[in-house]
Nanobody, 115 residues
Framework: GQLVESGGGLVQPGGSLRLSCLASGFTFSSYVMSWYRQAPGKERELISTITSAGGSTNYADSVKGRFTISRDNAKSTVYLQMNSLKSEDTAVYFC?????????WGQGTQVTVSS
């Protein structure tokens, strides 16, 4: 299986970005999907998860109310809508697919929040 993230870039504080993660090579609709991020010098952090059918989501306190995770199983894609971005949101963002003992990671996409 493979995951490919896109949509990262440079954005000013207060701005928005929408990340996408396209899956291939496995049954996307059966997997729980998550977004993680890793800032320089810090550990990778789980920021949001969505269940396989999209019926349940959860968020880290650091992004709650600003970020929204969603998925389109017909397109094998999970999204992360990021609003009200802050400088501390600067990181490489990764998506992850998990089902039982199987998991896949994407290569990451850089998000930089700076004026």
């Amino acid at each position: 299986g493979q995951l490919v993230e896109s949509g990262g870039g440079l954005v000013q504080p207060g701005g928005s970005l929408r990340l996408s993660c396209l899956a291939s090579g496995f049954t996307f609709s059966s997997y729980v999907m998550s977004w993680y991020r890793q800032a320089p010098g810090k550990e990778r952090e789980l920021i949001s998860t969505i269940t396989s059918a999209g019926g349940s989501t959860n968020y880290a306190d650091s992004v709650k109310g600003r970020f929204t995770i969603s998925r389109d199983n017909a397109k094998s894609t999970v999204y992360l809508q990021m609003n009200s971005l802050k400088s501390e949101d600067t990181a490489v963002y990764f998506c992850k697919a998990v089902r039982s003992y199987r998991n896949y990671w994407g290569q990451g996409t850089q998000v930089t929040v700076s004026s």
